[in-house]
């Protein structure tokens, strides 16, 4: 799965990066530990807001992590919802929908997965090494995602907070170099995929799913980090600072 990633770039940098053209850009402060129900950016293709005739356009938007289906009676199971695996997206009753009209790109520098090793800490539990995985060639991380819209029945039609955003990742089985720390990982889209999969007008199963490919071997680099990342009030650069290890080995290592 996905839980934690690192999202510390600014708005325009994204905006140059995934062609959104916006005269003002939402912004929030950076984050090196973006957990689930925290706000975070997604690029949709949608029509300007207040214009559903108008065409649809990049557009660079602030969502909260755990998505909401625009069924769902209690806004509470959004977090329970981070994750979305590409194995069943297409089917599941939660995800359907979203796959089918309203795909985003989550944007990161990278992300964290844990595994079990087989030393103890002072409890006699097996201690949880956190990784910190990123693009090799220190690009931007796009994360294939989904959104949506959920309308809050206790606010009046006047109400501007009447209205929630969410989203969700994407998740695929784990490259082998990768597969070693977690079995899973998030769903990269490459840029030449970014245009059909935000394209609203796309709806085809099947070819979604064509476009959802893991990643190739040798794309992502993996990096122990300090365990303050366990910790979700710790935030700041120094998450994502490499430390020293002994390295995980696939005898010595169990998935978190």
């Known amino acids: 799965m996905c839980g934690r990633y690192a999202s510390s770039r600014e708005p ?18 950076a984050d090196y530990n973006v ?19 108008a065409p649809a356009e990049r557009q660079l938007r602030v969502m909260t992590w755990g998505l909401v289906p625009f069924w769902a009676k209690d806004p509470s199971v959004g977090s329970r919802m981070i ?5 069943t997206v297409a089917e599941k009753p939660a995800f359907r929908r979203a796959f089918e009209r309203r795909r985003a790109i ?13 030393q ?7 201690k949880k090494q956190p990784f910190y995985i990123r693009p090799a060639d220190g690009g931007v991380l796009a994360m294939a995602g989904l959104y949506e ?36 990982m998030p769903m990269m889209l490459t840029p030449e995929r970014y245009a059909r999969w935000l394209d609203p007008t796309v709806s085809d ?5 064509e476009l959802l490919e893991p990643a190739l071997p040798g794309t992502l680099a993996a990096t122990p980090v300090s365990t303050l990342v366990s910790d979700v009030r710790n935030n700041g650069p120094e998450l994502v ?16």
Not at 12 to 29: G, K, Q, Y
Not at 35 to 53: I, L
Not at 150 to 162: E, F, L, M, N
Request: no cysteine; hydrophobic share 30%.
């Open 149 to 184: 819209v959920w309308r809050d029945p206790a606010k009046s039609d006047d109400d501007p907070t009447r209205f929630r955003w969410t989203t969700t990742v994407l998740t695929t089985t784990a490259e082998d170099s990768i597969g070693r720390i977690h079995d899973r």
């Open 35 to 53: 957990a689930p129900t925290k706000e975070v950016y997604a690029v949709v293709q949608r029509p300007p807001s207040g214009e559903r005739e």
């Open 205 to 209: 199963r099947a070819e979604l799913l």
């Open 12 to 29: 325009e940098e994204l905006a140059e990066e995934f062609d959104v053209r916006e005269a003002e850009l939402p912004r929030i402060p």
């Open 106 to 118: 989550l944007p990161a520098d990278g992300y964290y997965e844990w595994y079990v090793t087989e």
């Open 83 to 87: 994750n979305a695996r590409t194995e």
């Open 241 to 256: 600072a490499p430390i020293a290890v002994e390295p995980a080995t696939s005898e010595d290592a169990h998935h978190a």
């Open 120 to 126: 103890l800490d002072g409890r006699g539990r097996p």
